[in-house]
């Protein structure tokens, strides 16, 4: 199982909107809406930020949305903030096996 | 409030075995699924493995089979993975996660505990 194609790095100014693709197959982000995403800050352990395609985790900024169409999964920062510079990763359920599928990860810059 | 801190990483040389800890605190250990997932330096996420809340389901991910042992002591509200013939490749920082099963997301981890494997 290949991890899902994620772009190696996007940037915005604060307040811009950005926005991570995640794709993957049929078999995984295509075939259930199990899809997550995860902020992680260097050195530090992720954090959830989004499940179930478009779900917020109580605590987590409504600036942070998600979406589906077909095998392609996105987060969507809106009215980016410093603290949002981070590395983000995507997530989908694939099936019984092999279970979890990660993305390859995205650099976000606040420039 | 939810706590994992994992223990027992460091490092081993090629061939060598581990043994990874992970104590879960803040929630009923025995009612949640869980996994480890680990990040090689500067890599990305990959998960490793998962045990349901009784530990008679788990699943690895072919990288580990074999090789890699998950188990839980819900009386010790404890997560385990032994890691036998390590390699070079196994060399990561192993976190220990939260497996919310009914929807396929991990809503607590621990901060990580760095498995280095080099002669």
């Known amino acids: 199982q290949s991890a899902l194609t994620q772009p190696r790095s996007v940037s915005g100014s604060p307040g811009q909107s950005v926005t991570i693709s995640c794709t993957g197959t049929?078999?995984?982000?295509?075939?259930?809406?199990?899809v997550s995403w995860y902020q992680q800050h260097p050195g530090k352990a992720p954090k959830l930020m989004i499940y179930?395609?478009?779900k917020r985790p109580s605590g987590v900024p409504d600036r942070f949305s998600g979406s589906k169409s077909g095998n392609t999964a996105s987060l969507t920062i809106s009215g980016l903030q410093a603290e949002d510079e981070a590395d983000y990763y995507c997530?989908?359920?694939?099936?019984?096996?092999?279970?979890?599928?990660f993305g390859t990860g995205t650099k976000v810059t606040v420039l | 409030q939810v706590q994992l801190v994992e223990s027992g990483g460091g490092l081993v040389k090629p061939g060598g075995s581990l043994r990874l800890s992970c104590a879960a605190s803040?929630?009923?250990?025995?009612?949640?699924?869980m996994s480890w997932i680990r990040q090689a330096p500067g890599k990305g996420l990959e998960w490793v493995s998962y045990?349901?809340?009784?530990?008679?389901?788990?699943y690895y991910a072919d990288s580990v089979k074999g090789r890699f042992t998950i188990s839980r002591d819900n009386a010790k509200n404890s997560l385990y993975l032994q890691m036998n013939s390590l390699r070079a490749e196994d060399t990561a920082v192993y976190y220990c996660?939260?497996?919310?099963?009914?929807?396929?997301?991990?809503?607590?981890w621990g901060q990580g505990t760095l498995v280095t494997v080099s002669s």
């Open positions: 179930d395609v478009s």
């Open positions: 996660a939260r497996d919310i099963r009914v929807a396929y997301y991990f809503d607590y």
């Open positions: 997530c989908s359920y694939a099936g019984s096996y092999p279970n979890y599928v």
């Open positions: 045990i349901s809340s009784s530990g008679s389901t788990i």
């Open positions: 049929s078999s995984d982000v295509g075939g259930y809406n199990y």
């Open positions: 803040g929630f009923t250990f025995s009612d949640y699924y």
